[in-house]
Nanobody, 124 residues
């Protein structure tokens, strides 16, 4: 059974940092893995993606502030978030593509295993 468990969310002030962690079990981290977020009343958006060979991509809204760190030995994918802004407030979800060696697309919602999410709240 595939499971993704996010942790590390919380409430911070603007400008502060937070690291989210995603623990994957029952599947391989050597596949496209993602962090998405969804704010109230908005669509779920992809913010960061890592390819099987560890190349990363980020959305323009977080580029330069968020960093992905994968630990294949521990089957975890961390999202290091710095210089947080109020507009980063959202539920953050970890996901992994179901298709092995498929095409990785930042922000694509389909054909994925999902975690339950962790809330990030940034106060200005």
């Amino acid at each position: 059974q595939v499971q993704l468990a996010e942790s590390g969310g919380g409430s911070v002030q603007a400008g502060e940092s937070l690291t989210l962690s995603c623990a994957l079990s029952g599947f391989t981290t050597d596949n496209c893995m993602h962090w998405f977020r969804q704010a109230p009343g908005k669509e779920r958006e992809g913010v960061a993606m890592i390819y099987p060979y560890d190349k990363t991509e980020y959305s323009d809204s977080v580029k330069g502030r968020f960093t992905l760190v994968k630990d294949s030995a521990k089957d975890t994918l961390n999202l290091q978030m710095t210089s947080l802004k109020a507009e980063d407030t959202a539920m953050y979800y970890c996901a992994v593509d179901k298709s092995i060696w498929g095409r990785c697309v930042l922000g694509a919602l389909g054909n994925k295993f999902w975690g339950q999410g962790t809330q990030v709240t940034v106060s200005s």
